[in-house]
């Protein structure tokens, strides 16, 4: 079966971003339920001050080509207290584990808030709530693989805050990452 490409964009202030997951399934429109729980799982552990704007599936690892692009209303519904946003470049990171290999890590910009993190340690409250909104979402989806198309046989939450630096010089800051028009 093919390998296909989630690209899930998002927003805070005017900052878009996206978090890319591969997915292996017989089409496109195969993968719907599999691409809403993903979403679902995401919209869980992000804050109101992150914008879902769209999701795009596309063959991975194709520049061009059939894309099937799907706009998003919304934003994340983790609530917190405090409205002390944290600097985008701390994330969450989740690792997936292939059978052997290297992992494939997930930095997921959740939009933190000063309530939501310890020193550098996440909260236990948003560690459990991410252990149980999002991972064992992705968990459940057998069809999610790799970014080299292998199964993803274990996942491990770091309870570390992560900084993850944005990318330099880029564009993508200021405008959408996934057009949609």
């Known amino acids: 079966m093919p390998l296909y490409q989630l690209d899930i964009q998002k927003e805070i ?3 878009f971003y996206t978090n890319v997951y591969h997915l292996e399934g017989s089409s496109i429109a195969g993968l719907d339920a599999v691409v ?12 109101p001050s992150v914008n879902f704007i769209s999701t795009r599936v596309k063959e991975a690892g194709t520049a061009y080509g059939f894309a099937s692009i799907r706009p998003l209303t919304g934003t994340g519904a983790y609530a917190t207290s405090s409205a002390q946003d944290l600097p985008l470049y701390n994330t969450v990171r989740v690792d997936m584990a292939p059978g052997i290999g290297p992992l494939n890590r997930k930095y997921l910009r ?4 000063e309530d939501m993190v310890y020193g550098t340690v996440l909260e236990p409250a948003y560690i459990t709530a991410v252990q149980t909104l999002y991972v064992n979402t992705l968990a459940n989806a057998s069809e999610l693989r790799t970014i080299r198309g292998e199964n993803v046989v274990g996942f491990t939450l770091k309870t570390l805050v ?6 330099r010089g880029s564009k993508r800051k200021l405008l959408p990452v996934i057009p949609l028009g």
Do not use: D, K, N
């Open 162 to 167: 992560q900084m993850r630096q944005m990318r």
């Open 13 to 15: 202030g005017t900052y």
């Open 36 to 47: 809403g729980g993903i979403v679902a799982a995401e919209r869980q552990i992000c804050t």
């Open 110 to 113: 959740t939009g933190l808030r």
